[in-house]
Each structure stands twice: as structure tokens, then as C-alpha cells.
T-cell receptor, first 113, second 111 residues
Framework: DTEVTQTPKHLVMGMTNKKSLKCEQH?????MYWYKQKAKKPPELMFV???????INESVPSRFSPECPNSSLLNLHLHALQPEDSALYLCASSQEITADTQYFGPGTRLTVL | AQSVSQHNHHVILSEAASLELGCNYSYGGTVNLFWYVQYPGQHLQLLLKYFSGDPLVKGIKGFEAEFIKSKFSFNLRKPSVQWSDTAEYFC?????????FGTGTRLQVFP
């Protein structure tokens, strides 16, 4: 099973709202990732967690706040977003943080009004 | 720094035509190479990968790719495309802890 699940599938929020995106995997992977993907563009790496610790933050604005409650779950907390943050947010996981195969979830389509 | 180039931005083919999508990377060390596909409205799926061994790699749905180390290339091929292959194709490389994507190639297959 190489499934990564994400909820919700779609999210519409105002610029003053606080919301969270959730990601879950049960493959025993110890590395988890958040990517942002704009239409017809490749995914852009945002954050990497390894063994539940934040390993990489690609200079993402503080209005995005990741959290890894346990080895299977990854959250992305959103607050005071801008319309330009509207995008597809993808979660991925891999066995380790090294050059391993990453498996992607279906994404959350976020619209910021 | 690592980088990945996909020179074909948009490819249009008729069904049964052969496909070759180019991918070149820049990295001095050992790399792992991937092709991902994103069908319209769907998530990224792994088509195939190369870590080591036979440089000709076979993936799902009849796709294959050849790693040519001297050319820093990992081109994707399919002998006969189908309408259902219409999608965005991303080449990706990882040498350390990050997966670096190419800009993608949009493939449209017409019946």
C-alpha cells in the first residue's frame, strides 16, 4: 500500500481565517513533506519532517505553520493567508529523508478569498 | 546545485504515435531519477524510477526510461501512446535530501 491521504480535498478560506490541512500515511515512512503546486507548474518544496522533527523549511512565510504530531500524521496550519497562496497543497512521504522514492497524496485545493 | 531541464514543454501526438520526452539534470554526484505523471485533476503518481543497475528502466502503463550517465539524461519513452496518456509529466532528481522537479511536459494525445 503506497497511499497518502489528505483532507480536506477542497478548502475555501478568507484572509482572516485559521484552517488546517491534514495528511496521513500508514506505510511506516519516517520522512514527510509539504509541497505547494500552482497550475501547470511543478511542486515546490515547503517543509520536510524527518522522524517527526522539522528538517527543512524552504523560507516559507510564517503564515504557514507545519506540525508533525506523530510519525503518521502531518498538519499544515494556515493563518492570515493571501490570495496568492491559492494553490494545490501536496503531502508526500518517503522511507527516509535521503534520496528515496516519495509518494504523494491527492492534495488539498486551497482557495483564499 | 541540482537542476532538472525538460525541454519539451508541450507535446501533441496522435494515438499510436511513439513518444520520447527529454530530461537532463545537473548534479555532480550520484543521483536517483524519477518520472512522475499527473493526469488531469489527479495527484502525482510514480511512473518509474532509477536508482542503480540496468540503465533501461521499465515502469507502469508501458513506459520506459533510459539513464545515460555521460549525457546526464533520463528520457522517457513509450512506443505507442493512447488517449489516456494525456497528462503532465515531471522528471525529478534527488541526490541528497530534496526532490528537484523539472518544469514538466504537457502531453496531449488525440484519437
Amino acid at each position: 500500500d503506497t497511499e497518502v491521504t489528505q483532507t480536506p480535498k477542497h478548502l475555501v478560506m478568507g484572509m482572516t481565517n485559521k484552517k488546517s490541512l491534514k495528511c496521513e500515511q500508514h506505510m511506516g515512512h519516517r520522512a514527510m513533506y509539504w509541497y505547494k503546486q500552482k497550475a501547470k507548474k511543478p511542486p515546490e518544496l515547503m517543509f520536510v519532517y524527518s522522524y517527526e522533527k522539522l528538517s527543512i523549511n524552504e523560507s516559507v512565510p510564517s503564515r504557514f505553520s507545519p506540525e508533525c504530531p506523530n510519525s503518521s500524521l502531518l498538519n499544515l496550519h494556515l493563518h492570515a493567508l493571501q490570495p496568492e497562496d491559492s494553490a494545490l497543497y501536496l503531502c508526500a512521504s518517503s522511507q527516509e529523508i535521503t534520496a528515496d522514492t516519495q509518494y504523494f497524496g491527492p492534495g488539498t485545493r486551497l482557495t483564499v478569498l | 546545485a541540482q537542476s532538472v531541464s525538460q525541454h519539451n514543454h508541450h507535446v501533441i501526438l496522435s494515438e499510436a504515435a511513439s513518444l520520447e520526452l527529454g530530461c537532463n539534470y545537473s548534479y555532480g554526484g550520484t543521483v536517483n531519477l524519477f518520472w512522475y505523471v499527473q493526469y488531469p485533476g489527479q495527484h502525482l503518481q510514480l511512473l518509474l524510477k532509477y536508482f542503480s543497475g540496468d540503465p533501461l528502466v521499465k515502469g507502469i502503463k508501458g513506459f520506459e526510461a533510459e539513464f545515460i550517465k555521460s549525457k546526464f539524461s533520463f528520457n522517457l519513452r513509450k512506443p505507442s501512446v493512447q488517449w489516456s496518456d494525456t497528462a503532465e509529466y515531471f522528471c525529478a532528481v534527488t541526490g541528497t535530501d530534496k526532490l528537484i522537479f523539472g518544469t514538466g511536459t504537457r502531453l496531449q494525445v488525440f484519437p
